[in-house]
């Protein structure tokens, strides 16, 4: 397919223990984005990746969350030690980081933790 | 402070009716770029429309147009013929620069809920 893919599409973990969530970009998207949308906080940045640079981190919420992208395409968000309040949707989005600067977003990660 | 503000947290249309979602937004960057998007029950986010802070015209996208008031500092989505396949979350977002060679995040509203009606 064309549009960015996240996968699992739905993760149930119990508190505690570590996830990892993925997401594929559009083919030749430098820009690569993660967002939570949650009841309570409505959308928010996490992390974006452009190219070789050094990735914005400043909207990580904990130590606990990371990320990387290898090879500048495939992401995974890794989330250590899980809790309840990491509940939420994880979307993923990549951008050619020109002009428009577009974000696409893929259909998400939802995340529950018992 | 709120940099992206969306008063109306649900609204009802009747289908084939013109609708405006409201958006106004806080910036002192003279550099930007204002998205909207759909967010039907699926969860997935679709994009609509874009306005860049030095676009002298409205956007247009079939039948999605943008009123862009700069000196109020609004970005009004405004859909026409609505349709019964319109019935989803929409929001509103900002990015603050201009966009070309580099990344940046979007802000977002917290979303209007329209419903179309038959």
């Known amino acids: 397919g064309a549009g960015v893919s996240q996968s699992p599409s739905n993760k149930v973990t119990e508190k505690g223990k570590d996830v990892e969530l993925r997401c594929d970009p559009i083919?030749?998207?430098?820009?690569l984005y993660w967002y939570r949308q949650s009841l309570g906080q409505g959308l928010e940045f996490l992390i974006y990746f452009q190219g070789n640079s050094a990735p914005d981190k400043s909207g990580l919420p904990s130590d606990r969350f990371s990320a990387e992208r290898t090879g500048g395409s495939v992401s995974t968000l890794t989330i250590q030690r899980t809790q309840q309040e990491d509940s939420a949707v994880y979307l993923c989005?990549?951008?050619?980081?020109?002009?428009?600067?577009?974000?696409?977003f893929g259909a998400g990660t939802r995340l529950s933790v018992l | 402070a709120q940099k992206i503000t969306q008063t109306q947290p649900g609204m009802f249309v009747q289908e084939k009716e013109a609708v405006t979602l409201d958006c106004t937004y806080d910036?002192?960057?003279?550099?930007?770029?204002l998205f909207w998007y759909k967010q039907p029950s699926s969860g997935e986010m679709i994009f609509l429309i874009y306005?860049?802070?030095?676009?002298?015209q409205n956007a247009t996208e079939g039948r999605y147009s943008l009123n862009f008031q700069k000196a109020r500092k609004s970005a009004n989505l405004v859909i026409s013929a609505s349709q019964l396949g319109d019935s989803a979350m929409y929001f509103c977002?900002?990015?603050?620069?201009?966009?070309?060679?580099?990344?940046?995040?979007?802000?977002f509203g917290t979303g209007t809920r329209l419903q179309v009606t038959l």
């Open positions: 083919s030749g998207h430098t820009a």
């Open positions: 910036t002192s960057d003279p550099s930007y770029g």
């Open positions: 977002a900002m990015r603050e620069g201009s966009g070309a060679g580099t990344a940046s995040k979007l802000t």
């Open positions: 306005q860049g802070s030095y676009d002298q």
């Open positions: 989005a990549s951008s050619l980081a020109w002009r428009k600067n577009i974000q696409y």
